[in-house]
T-cell receptor, first 110, second 115 residues
C-alpha cells in the first residue's frame, strides 16, 4: 500500500465549479498535512497546511482533515482556468520527512 | 518571503562527470532537502539535513552524496553521473519549530540531462 494516495485524475471541471481533490495516508501518527500546487515546468508551491481535524479555509481554498479516516481533501471553490495545475498532497511522516502523493492533474475549462 | 535558489535551471552533463547542484536559502531554516521528480514516480527524497555538517539518507540516496558546510547552503553531488540520473532536481527548506518540521518551501528546480 502506498503511503500517500491521491485520486488518480485527471480531473476536469468547468469554470466556476467546485474542484474536489482527495488524499488518503497510511501512517496513523501523521500530524501535519500539506497541499502543494505545481504548474507545468515549475516547482511545487505550498497553498495549504492543516494540522487539526476539521476544515481550514483560505480564500477559495478549503482543506479538510479527518484523522480517524486518514483522509485529507482540498476544495477549490469558483474554480478558475489559472487553477489548472497538478496538486500534490504531502504528509509529514513519523520519521520527520514529507511523503508526497503522485499528484492529481486539474484542468479548469472555460 | 522564503527564498530558495538553485544554481542552475538547466544543466547538461556527460556520463561519468562529477556534478554539483547548489541550493541556498535565505530564511535561516534548519532543515534542507533534495528531491528528484520523474514522470509517473512523483517526488522522491534523496537526502536531507537538519543541521550544519549533518546529513540523513532519504528514500533513494544511491549514486548521490551531499554537503552542508554552512546553514544556508546544501549541495547535492553526483559522483559519476549516469543517464538514469536525468531528472528534475528540487531543493527545499523548512524551519524546525518546537520539534516538529514545518512547511517545506521549494526552489525553482534544476533540470539535469545526462548524455
Amino acid at each position: 500500500q502506498k503511503e500517500v494516495e491521491q485520486n488518480s485524475g485527471p480531473l476536469s471541471v468547468p469554470e466556476g465549479a467546485i474542484a474536489s481533490l482527495n488524499c488518503t495516508y497510511s501512517d496513523r501518527v501523521s500530524q501535519s498535512f500539506f497541499w502543494y500546487r505545481q504548474y507545468s515546468g515549475k516547482s511545487p508551491e505550498l497553498i495549504m497546511s492543516i494540522y487539526s481535524n476539521g476544515d481550514k479555509e483560505d480564500g477559495r481554498f478549503t482543506a479538510q482533515l479527518n484523522k480517524a479516516s486518514q483522509y485529507v481533501s482540498l476544495l477549490i471553490r469558483d474554480s478558475q482556468p489559472s487553477d489548472s495545475a497538478t496538486y500534490l498532497c504531502a504528509v509529514l511522516t513519523s520519521y520527520g520527512k514529507l511523503t508526497f502523493g503522485q499528484g492529481t492533474i486539474l484542468t479548469v475549462h472555460p | 518571503d522564503v527564498k530558495v535558489t538553485q544554481s542552475s535551471r538547466y544543466l547538461v552533463k556527460r556520463t561519468g562527470e562529477k556534478v554539483f547542484l547548489e541550493c541556498v536559502q535565505d530564511m535561516d531554516h534548519e532543515n534542507m532537502f533534495w528531491y528528484r521528480q520523474d514522470p509517473g514516480l512523483g517526488l522522491r527524497l534523496i537526502y536531507f539535513s537538519y543541521d550544519v555538517k549533518m546529513k540523513e539518507k532519504g528514500d533513494i540516496p544511491e549514486g548521490y552524496s551531499v554537503s552542508r558546510e554552512k546553514k544556508e547552503r546544501f549541495s547535492l553531488i553526483l559522483e559519476s553521473a549516469s543517464t538514469n540520473q536525468t531528472s528534475m532536481y528540487l531543493c527545499a527548506s523548512s524551519p524546525n519549530l518546537g520539534g516538529s518540521y514545518n512547511e517545506q518551501f521549494f526552489g525553482p528546480g534544476t533540470r539535469l540531462t545526462v548524455l
